[in-house]
Each structure stands twice: as C-alpha cells, then as structure tokens.
C-alpha cells in the first residue's frame, strides 16, 4: 500500500491512469496462495481501476527487499487480466524509491523482470547518509543489512529501543 501515493503521484505528472491492487490478507504471501484466495472467496477484483488490450503495466512501490511483495503484485495483475479477459498486457517493469540490494534485483532479473530504484541503499543510500548519522546509528544499519536475523531478537530490538529513546 506503500507505493499507492507514489505511484499516483508518477500519474498525475505524466497524466497517465493508475491502478491499484487491492490489500490481501496476511496470509496470502504468494502467487499460489493468490490462486487459493480467489478460488476460496469468489472472483472480486484485485485490481482497482481499468487497463486494457495492449496495455503496458508497471508496478510502482516504496520498496523491494527480497521481490516477494512484488510477485505478489504481479500475481494480482494477472488474475484480474484474466478474469476481466484480457489476454495480451506488458508487465515486465518494477519501479521502486528504494532497493535494499538484498536480493530482489537479482531475483526480478531471474524471473525477467527489470527492477528500477531511485536509491540503491547499501552501495549509495548508506553512503549519503553516513554525515547525518551517529557512528552507533551508521554502524547498527550497517550490520542490520549483513545480518537481519539477528535483529529479530525480541532483547536486541528493546535494547535499540531503549537507546533510541535516550536521544
């Protein structure tokens, strides 16, 4: 939902229409759980807004980690396509402020998909923060980036909390 006001905002400045996919449940998390979803619970629409025959798609987001959200996106788009019986649209771009360079680019390659980002995080976004960040601050991302899991941990997140709050 992320993307919404990003990509109506790329809409209006190039007066182009823009479509939306609807928010699935927290339990729809990939193309086969969007096929479970539909067959489960009717044929409503995915996508709000019209697109036609020949028409070329992208999807517009704030961010792309790893391309899960984005597959899922994709999905939508083309189960609604096939149900309002369309049979020929392009999608084959991704648009996003901000690629955490975890994966997903390599991932969308793989999957024939061009990713496009305004901030690549680690190899510039870092970098351009680094003067207005604290050594702490600059140096827990840092580590954050290589090693996510360990920032899961429910004592490491209350610690960064608590330091977070003595600023």
Do not use: C
């Amino acid at each position: 939902m992320a993307g919404i006001p990003i990509a109506d905002g790329i809409a209006l400045l190039h007066e182009i229409p823009a479509l939306y996919t609807r928010r699935l449940p927290d339990n729809v998390r990939t193309p086969e759980d969007v096929e479970r979803y539909i067959q489960s619970h009717g044929q409503h629409a995915l996508v709000e807004g019209e697109f036609y025959e020949g028409d070329r798609l992208a999807i517009v987001d704030d961010l792309v980690t790893g391309f899960d959200s984005k597959l899922l996106a994709i999905s939508q788009v083309n189960q609604e396509k096939q149900r309002r019986g369309i049979s020929k649209i392009t999608l084959e771009d991704v648009a996003v402020l901000l690629d955490r360079e975890q994966g997903g680019s390599e991932r969308a390659k793989v999957l024939g998909y061009k990713l496009h980002s305004l901030i690549p995080f680690i190899s510039k976004g870092l970098g351009w923060l680094r003067d207005r960040l604290s050594q702490q601050e600059y140096e827990t991302i840092v580590d954050y980036v290589q090693n996510t899991q360990r920032y899961q941990d429910p004592e490491l997140q209350q610690h960064l909390k608590q330091l977070a709050e003595q600023k």
